[in-house]
């Protein structure tokens, strides 16, 4: 008896696929969708007989990639872009990033800045982002409304600020609006206290405790700069990631951010746990933080992904070159230049994210099974020809301007290079109106 062919939505047929698990670039092949999650990656020929899609989108001259990952971000701080630059970290905090947070965040503010955030992400390919900021629900609201699947970090500090008064204040709202969003299907939760020298090690066991009942991975900013960790080391005579070690805090839901100045033991107790680490090149570049060792922690068998950090401090949610970066920093800093290859730093930005936010048997790959967040590369423009190995162009000669399509569980939010889900008009309105209001504060 002859089997009929199966219906599904979407066959999209592309010139390369690079499905990243497993490895390699395959040619002449189609990739399946049905209801939302990949069914099949397999020979064009043999996708004709097996399927019988109800729309089938050809892109002769494109890459599909799994949706990239940005690891860590604050996304409504995009409204902050550019307002200091040039300025070393500590005076970026204290003298014009927190004054105006103190002065300006709010529900509004946050949905505005992470909408904003939204439509820069989509366009860059990026279909997951890790956001850890102030009223969380309100980002909630935006990233679903955009499509755009989302780790809301819930942020916890031991001093006060427009959002709380104390760790317990923080934990108690960003629960709540745990409790608000759970059954969102592309939002999740992670407990974000903000770093070692903001929370103290009672709010850390209380943090700690929360994390384990609830089952939610821990992040927080780690050894970003060479001060910090000299400082607690004269305050605790070890370096920040040993104390969070003696808290019992490190271990594979623990994901350390920027991780610039780990020393070889701190290096060697986080392969030891199975903790993550999250490479934010271009912001430890701008604030003069120094080079993360990525070498050294990959070679150890650590888990590292990238992240973007603030559109404040790097000052673009671009994952494409923080990929790019990624690659020319390793060498540089190694005198190797085989260290971080092309295909290793799309690993970072697609499934080594997913693994690091616990998102792995979802997204961060173009496996049959998983849930269909793709985005198409268009290399057929003059400025990246000739193509002979499309993960190298990816990394080292496209940008954002060149992906054309981007989809998440299955919905193209942006559709031959124009967001279907972000009112573009709407967003720029409302980021004039913050912008006005920003700039007219000393």
Not at 5 to 31: Q, T
Not at 280 to 295: D, E, Q, R, T, Y
Not at 345 to 371: H, W, Y
């Amino acid at each position: 008896m002859m089997t009929l062919p199966r219906p599904v939505d979407l066959r999209i047929d592309a010139r390369w696929i690079v499905p990243v698990v497993p490895s390699g670039v395959l040619e002449g092949h189609a990739l399946v969708v049905d209801a939302g999650r990949i069914v099949a990656v397999l020979p064009a020929a043999d996708a004709d007989a097996a399927y019988a899609p109800r729309h089938t989108l050809t892109l002769p001259s494109h890459l599909l990639i799994p949706g990239l990952i940005n690891a860590h971000a604050h996304a409504a701080m995009s409204l902050l872009r550019g307002i200091a630059d040039d300025v070393a970290l500590e005076p970026w905090l204290h003298e014009h990033i927190w004054p105006r947070e103190n002065r300006f965040v709010s529900p509004e503010f946050v949905h505005d800045g992470t909408l904003l955030a939204c439509a820069e992400m989509v366009r860059g390919g990026i279909t997951t982002c890790s956001d850890m900021y102030f009223f969380p629900e309100a980002a909630a609201a935006a990233y679903d409304a955009t499509g755009l699947r989302a780790v809301l970090g819930v942020p916890i500090l031991d001093f006060p600020t427009r959002y709380a008064a104390d760790a317990e204040g923080y934990l108690s709202q960003g629960l709540a609006a745990r409790d608000a969003w759970r059954h969102a299907p592309l939002l999740s939760f992670a407990l974000a206290p903000h770093a070692p020298y903001t929370v103290c090690d009672a709010s850390f066991t209380r943090i700690l405790t929360y994390a384990r009942q609830l089952d939610l991975p821990l992040e927080t900013h780690l050894a970003e700069t060479r001060d910090e960790v000299d400082r607690a080391r004269g305050n605790t005579g070890v370096t920040p990631l040993a104390r969070l070690d003696r808290l019992g805090v490190t271990g594979p839901d623990f994901i350390a951010i920027h991780c610039v100045h780990l020393d070889a033991p701190d290096i060697a107790l986080m392969a030891r746990h199975g903790c993550h680490a999250v490479h934010c090149p271009a912001s430890n570049m701008k604030l003069a933080s120094g080079i993360a060792p990525v070498a050294a922690l990959v070679a150890a068998g650590v888990n590292v992904a990238l992240g973007t950090d603030g559109a404040a401090s790097n000052n673009r949610l671009d994952i494409l070159a923080e990929m790019r970066l990624a690659s020319l920093l390793a060498k540089v800093a190694t005198g190797d230049a085989a260290t971080l290859p092309a295909a290793a730093v799309l690993a970072m930005a697609t499934i080594n994210g997913a693994r690091a936010l616990g998102l792995d048997r979802v997204t961060g790959s173009l496996e049959p099974g998983k849930d269909a967040d793709v985005v198409a590369v268009d290399l057929s423009s003059l400025a990246v020809q000739p193509v002979f190995d499309p993960v190298s162009h990816l990394v080292h000669v496209a940008d954002r301007t060149c992906i054309s399509d981007v989809w998440v569980r299955g919905a193209r939010i942006m559709a031959d290079g124009a967001l279907t889900t972000i009112d573009e008009s709407a967003v720029r309105a409302r980021t004039r109106a913050w912008s006005q209001r920003l700039a007219a504060t000393p």
